[in-house]
């Protein structure tokens, strides 16, 4: 199985700032890696793919980078619907694993 | 619109059995490799299977192993969940998620149905 270490697993954050979250794999598993926001009481959502390719309809203030075992969510401009929980996913192989998640939030 | 509409869920006692469904519409159900994904309460996402499109490839995770078995009906554009010796660990949110095919991302998540294992 792979391990995955998500951090941080908090982030105190302002509207407008720039901020990155890291997931670290235990293997290396190319870009096959997902990033999920997810709000309250809702389902996630895919946000980007292939380490750094934005689902259709996710803003451009989102990217993401890396391959083979570390990897990068940022959000540059924060804006008041940003704050939620963000987890990464690699399904590389089975069995599929998520990050622990980070919660953002208003500082 | 892509749909995915979970049911079947609720309060059963440790041991017990419970069967989700999961209902696709908006696309070519049958031509989607299909997940379950669920939440315990207040905690992270946790990948409970997978079952390739044609049912060719099933995968577990290792908590469920032995005890859930996935399948699918491409005639109804359903999935489902068989849930048996269930434990008090097992008390989540379980979300339907679809994919296109092996090493594709999970692009659409249904809202969930609530397992609660508890006497």
């Known amino acids: 199985a792979i391990w995955m270490t998500q951090s941080p697993s908090l982030l105190s954050a302002s509207t407008g700032d720039r901020v990155t979250i890291s997931c670290r794999m235990s293997?290396?598993?190319?870009?096959?890696l997902a990033w999920y926001q997810q709000k309250p009481g809702k389902a996630p959502e895919l946000l980007i793919y292939a380490a750094s390719t934005l689902q259709s309809g996710v803003p451009s203030r989102f990217s993401g980078s890396g391959s083979g075992t570390d990897f990068t969510l940022t959000i540059s401009c924060l804006q008041s619907e940003d704050f939620a929980t963000y987890y990464c996913?690699?399904?590389?192989?089975?069995?599929?694993?998520f990050g622990q998640g980070t919660k953002l939030e208003i500082k | 619109e892509v749909q995915l509409v979970e049911s079947g869920g609720g309060l059963v006692k440790p041991g017990g059995s419970l069967r989700l469904s999961c209902a696709a519409s908006?696309?070519?159900?049958?031509?989607?490799?299909m997940n379950w994904v669920r939440q315990a309460p207040g905690k992270g996402l946790e990948w409970v299977s997978s079952?390739?499109?044609?049912?060719?490839?099933?995968y577990y995770a290792d908590s469920v192993k032995g005890r859930f078995t996935i399948s699918r009906d491409n005639a109804k554009n359903s999935l489902y969940l068989q849930m048996n010796s269930l434990r008090a660990e097992d008390t989540a949110v379980y979300y339907c998620?679809?994919?296109?095919?092996?090493?594709?991302?999970?692009?659409?998540w249904g809202q969930g149905t609530l397992v609660t294992v508890s006497s």
């Open positions: 996913q690699q399904y590389y192989s089975f069995p599929y694993s």
């Open positions: 908006g696309f070519t159900f049958s031509s989607y490799s």
């Open positions: 293997q290396g598993i190319s870009s096959y």
């Open positions: 998620a679809r994919d296109q095919s092996l090493r594709w991302p999970i692009d659409y």
């Open positions: 079952i390739s499109s044609s049912s060719s490839y099933i």
